[in-house]
Nanobody, 134 residues
């Protein structure tokens, strides 16, 4: 059984910081691309950052650039999203995703499809809630 498991979501005050974790369960975080998305009810799921395991290159959406940092810890098999200077506009469910494909009978995460900069993310975690109070 394989899945991505997000954690670290919480209620935080405006201006505060939070670190989200995305642990890969049952497979190594290598070769593929791993991203963070967020979604507010009634709005489209927004891609905010990704990291390519092949070369460590990263990308950020303008809405989070300079405030969020994505990283990969191969020893812990975990992707992190360090978030700082949070505002109420950052309130959302945050999802971790990868463009790696899995056998549907093995995958225990969620299914969704989003294309970001030509990268097709099709394997997702179940999300973690981040709430920023004003």
């Amino acid at each position: 059984q394989v899945q991505l498991v997000e954690s670290g979501g919480d209620l935080v005050q405006s201006g505060g910081s939070l670190r989200l974790s995305c642990q890969a369960d049952g497979f190594p975080l290598d070769y593929f691309t791993y991203g963070w998305f967020r979604q507010v009810p009634g709005k489209k799921r927004e891609g905010i950052s990704y990291i390519k395991a092949s070369d460590g290159s990263t990308w950020y959406a303008d809405s989070v650039k300079g405030r969020f940092t994505i990283s990969r810890d191969s020893g812990r098999n975990t992707i992190y999203l360090q978030m700082s200077s949070l505002t109420p506009e950052d309130t959302a469910v945050y999802y971790c995703a990868t463009d790696r494909s899995f056998n549907p009978t093995d995958w225990k995460g969620s299914w969704f499809y989003a294309e970001l900069n030509g990268i097709r993310f099709g394997s997702w975690g179940h999300g973690t809630q981040v709430t920023v109070s004003s």
